[in-house]
Structure formats: structure tokens, C-alpha cells
């Protein structure tokens, strides 16, 4: 038995904004921005557009190339920084209900960028001990709603977006998803975070706030680049593959500069990262999903293809899966 990604699809919302753009707003420039991320585009989500309403849309066009019906379903996963709704109900519930599904199992995994990592792999956890046939895992996020945007160092980096994958059950040995790391250092919490007053009592007159993002850009960048290492080398330990047998690695997009300091340290050929920041900046749990969704439109993923995903962030999270596509 094993756990493949049937479909892939992505939701990229029209509104595109360049680095130019910004700077008409914010003090920055094109040639910062790019030379210090790789980043020259963003797309941000029209007011009214919420969490749900891309993860609903890239989970549709997942089902149809999949050839599933919703209540085919088995469980939701929404893998988002930025729910609907903070705390309850779980975005995944209200995706179900856009979908017109019900009755499977919705719930939210909170890990920072590597969300979409930690939802593969909980979804193949549920496929694997038999809780169903199929399941949507979705990456999606609408950051550019939490960004302080009088705060030009974090500002410029983010975009929305979503990314869904049909998982599924199939008896095809070898195939799918063969090996997964996960991990976090809780240490680093505050390095990466979502600032919001705290209330201090049931009585409190304080109004609610809307939180913001806060970032140690030097200590996730330093964080970022050791999580990849150690991630390809986990991965080369844990497995039986060598570098040469991966047809790409598809990183998480959150600055160029750091997949290139990773892809330094093994003398990875920059050609072998499938990037895409530059047009859509970093989309969080979003951005693995969407470059695969991608990549399978260009025809770069050919069955039996051999990839590794790598993500990092807040938490600080960082998370693997080797695929066989
Ligand atoms: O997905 C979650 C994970 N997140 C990440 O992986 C982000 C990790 N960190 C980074 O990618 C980088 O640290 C940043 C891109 C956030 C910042 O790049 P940096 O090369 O570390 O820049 P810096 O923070 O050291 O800033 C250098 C200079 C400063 O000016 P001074 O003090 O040297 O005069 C900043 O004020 O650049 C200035 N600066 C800017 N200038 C123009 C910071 N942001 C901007 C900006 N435009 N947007």
C-alpha cells in the first residue's frame, strides 16, 4: 500500500503586485527587494477573499483532475498561518461546507510554513492506518492581511496563495510518499511570530486586535539554512538515495539566498531547486504546494520521478518528504 499525491492544483489570486509597486508605498526598492530574497512579484487577495475561499478554489480544481467527488472524501486538511477564523472553527471545516462535502473529517495543522509538510505526513499517517481511501491536503494563506506594512523589512516578502493535493490509498509498492522528517525548536518561537495584545481578563473592555507578523530576520535566515542542511542529510541517511538519484528539490520560498547557501554547502546545482519566489514571493504553507502545482503544469514531474520537499519555518518548524511521484 501506498500514499500517492493524485492531483495537485494551485489558487493564485489576479491582484499582482511588483516591487515597483510597493515602493511607491513603502521605503524600499526593486533592486533591494530582489537582490536580498529573489523576490520581484507578489499576489494578494482581493478585500473579502478569505483563507478558505483560495484553499476552496485550488481544492476544487485538485478534485476535478483527480476525478474525485467530494464525498469521496475521507478528511480536510488545512495546513494555514492565517485562518479564517483565529482559534475556532478550523478553516478546514468551512472549506468542507464551500466544497459542498460533509460529514469527513476537517481539522487545521498549525506549522508555520512547514505546514504542508506536517499535513502530508499526518494525512499519510491516516491513509496508511486505514481512515479512508482519499483526502485533500491543502496549503493556504492570505498573509498580506496579517503584514505590518509600516515595517518594510517584512512587508515586501509575503503573498497569497493556496496549493491542494488529492492524496490517496493506491496498491502500487514504491510509489508515493516514501520517507518523511519532521521537527521544530520551540526555542526560536519568537523569532517568527504573530504579535497580539493579550487581553487580561474576562472583564476586559480592550478591543480585539489584529495581530501582526514579527520576524528576527537574521536568526530564521541562519535557522532556515541549518534546517535545510540538516534536513538533505537526514534524507540521504534515512534513505537509500543519493543526491543524483532526485530529479528536484522543491524548497520551501521564503529568499533565494538560502536555498542557494543550502545548495553551496553539497555543491547542489542551483537548476536542481525548482523555484518560483520571483513571482509569487513567499506564500508560506502555500508555497510547496503551488510550486508543485506548477511544475506539473510545465510537465517537469513525470511519474516515478523521484523529488524531495523541504520546508522551515515559524515554530520554528522545519519538515521533509521524499516522493515518488
Ligand atoms: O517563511 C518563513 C521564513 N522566513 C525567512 O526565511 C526569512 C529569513 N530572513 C531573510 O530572508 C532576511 O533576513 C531578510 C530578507 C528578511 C532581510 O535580509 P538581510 O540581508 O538580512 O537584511 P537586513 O535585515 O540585515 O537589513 C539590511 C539593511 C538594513 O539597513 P541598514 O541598517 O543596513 O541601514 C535594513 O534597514 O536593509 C534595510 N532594509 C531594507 N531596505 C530597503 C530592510 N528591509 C528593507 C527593504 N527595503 N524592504
Not at 492565517?82 to 478546514?92: E, I, R, S
Amino acid at each position: 500500500m501506498s500514499v500517492v499525491i493524485r492531483s495537485i492544483a494551485s489558487y493564485i489570486p489576479e491582484l499582482r503586485v511588483t516591487n515597483d509597486d510597493l515602493a511607491k508605498k513603502i521605503d524600499t526598492t526593486d533592486e533591494w527587494i530582489h537582490s536580498h530574497t529573489g523576490i520581484s512579484t507578489r499576489h494578494l487577495a482581493p478585500d473579502g477573499m478569505q483563507t478558505s475561499d483560495l484553499a476552496t478554489e485550488a481544492a476544487k480544481k485538485a478534485l476535478a483532475k483527480a476525478n474525485i467527488q467530494v464525498n469521496d472524501l475521507d478528511f480536510i486538511l488545512v495546513a494555514t498561518a492565517t485562518p479564517d477564523y483565529f482559534g475556532f472553527p478550523a478553516t478546514a471545516c468551512i472549506v468542507q461546507d464551500k466544497l459542498g462535502a460533509s460529514g469527513c473529517a476537517a481539522f487545521d495543522i498549525t506549522a508555520g510554513c512547514t505546514g504542508f509538510i506536517y499535513a502530508l505526513d499526518v494525512a499519510s499517517s491516516m491513509l496508511e492506518r486505514h481512515h479512508g481511501k482519499h483526502g485533500l491536503v491543502i496549503g493556504a494563506e492570505t498573509l498580506s492581511r496579517l503584514v505590518d506594512w509600516e515595517d518594510r523589512s517584512t512587508a515586501v516578502l509575503f503573498g497569497d496563495a493556496a496549493g491542494a493535493a488529492v492524496v490517496s490509498q493506491i496498491d502500487e509498492p514504491g510509489r508515493g510518499v516514501l520517507s518523511t522528517v519532521l521537527g521544530a525548536e520551540g526555542s526560536g518561537a519568537l523569532d517568527l511570530y504573530m504579535v497580539q495584545t493579550p487581553r487580561t481578563s474576562a472583564y476586559s473592555r480592550m478591543e480585539p486586535v489584529v495581530p501582526k507578523i514579527s520576524m528576527n530576520g537574521h536568526h530564521v535566515y541562519d535557522f532556515a539554512v541549518k534546517a535545510m542542511t540538516t534536513l538533505i542529510e537526514r534524507m540521504l541517511h534515512e534513505t537509500v538515495y543519493k543526491l543524483e538519484d532526485f530529479a528536484w528539490l522543491v524548497p520551501h520560498q521564503a529568499n533565494a539566498r538560502i536555498v542557494q547557501a543550502a545548495g553551496k554547502r553539497f555543491g547542489i546545482p542551483e537548476e536542481k531547486f525548482y523555484m518560483n519566489i520571483a513571482e509569487y514571493a513567499n506564500t508560506s504553507s502555500a508555497s510547496i504546494p503551488v510550486a508543485l502545482a506548477e511544475m506539473e503544469e510545465k510537465g517537469l514531474l513525470k511519474t516515478n520521478d523521484l523529488i524531495m520537499l523541504l520546508g522551515f519555518g515559524s515554530g520554528l518548524t522545519y519538515g521533509s518528504a521524499v516522493i515518488r511521484w
